[in-house]
């Protein structure tokens, strides 16, 4: 149920060191023929530019609140000698939330990409800016898959058979970003992988300990 193996470990440092390449080729290569595609497209028709012109940014407001419920949550049935895997699910968002929060503002002024709105605007703004922290430089790397993903991957651990839903609503919040053209694909393929790390950190400084225990 816990999975914090070495082995996860080392496929994602393996997974790690494939996306590296990868990425460079995605900011090199395709993150601009698909966000102009999205722009040419997508954006040619006026309904999906007036729905998706000016969406809240909803994300600090689910971390709080997943957070706060599940802290609740949590100590609610802990206190009551209730400690199954929803209970545990509860302890590991308590961490995880603002963790992945943290993560993805520190990550985003570290890289101060240019997201790819200002972009169209700005063609000249393209590229990554390090710690100078810019206005309009914090697409990189996507925020809400960076969170969202670690959350639905902290309920996968413990609900396995809900991994295929998990792993679609992935999914479908990437594309969604990327039609919506508030990130680059790269933006959102890192992001993703790195929701996957944090989960897995924290979920080794959770629940390591419960392996190596005596019965």
């Given at each position: 149920m816990?999975?914090?193996t ?20 995605c900011?090199l ?13 997508l ?11 000016d ?9 709080i609140?997943?957070?706060?419920v599940?802290?609740f ?14 209970t ?16 993805k503002?520190?990550?985003?002024m570290?890289?101060?990409?240019s ?11 393209y590229?990554?800016h390090?710690f100078?922290m ?7 790397p ?11 991957a ?19 919040l ?9 990130h ?23 629940f390591?300990?419960r392996?190596?225990?005596?019965n």
């Open positions: 816990t999975d914090v070495d082995a996860t470990s080392r496929r994602l440092a393996v997974i790690g060191a494939l996306l590296l390449p990868f990425t460079a080729v900011v290569y395709l993150d601009i023929p698909v966000a102009v595609f999205v722009r040419d497209y954006y040619a028709n006026r309904h999906w530019l007036r729905a998706t012109s969406l809240p940014d909803l994300l600090l407001g689910v971390v609140a997943a957070t706060a599940s802290c949550f949590y100590l609610f049935r802990s206190e009551r000698g209730i400690l199954d895997r929803a545990l699910l509860a302890k590991e968002i308590v961490w995880l939330a603002p963790a992945s929060y943290l993560a503002a520190l990550l985003k570290a890289f101060g990409r997201n790819t709105r200002h972009w169209l605007s700005e063609p000249g703004a590229g990554f390090w100078q810019k206005e309009h430089c914090e697409g990189f996507s925020g809400h898959m960076l969170v969202i993903v670690a959350l639905l902290a309920g996968w651990r413990f609900y396995p058979e809900a991994r295929p839903l998990g792993i679609m609503l992935s999914v479908l990437g594309i969604a970003l990327i039609a919506t053209n508030y680059f694909f790269s933006d959102v393929v890192v992001g993703a992988y790195l929701a996957i790390v944090v989960e897995l950190v924290i979920a080794r400084l959770l390591c300990r392996h190596s225990s005596p």
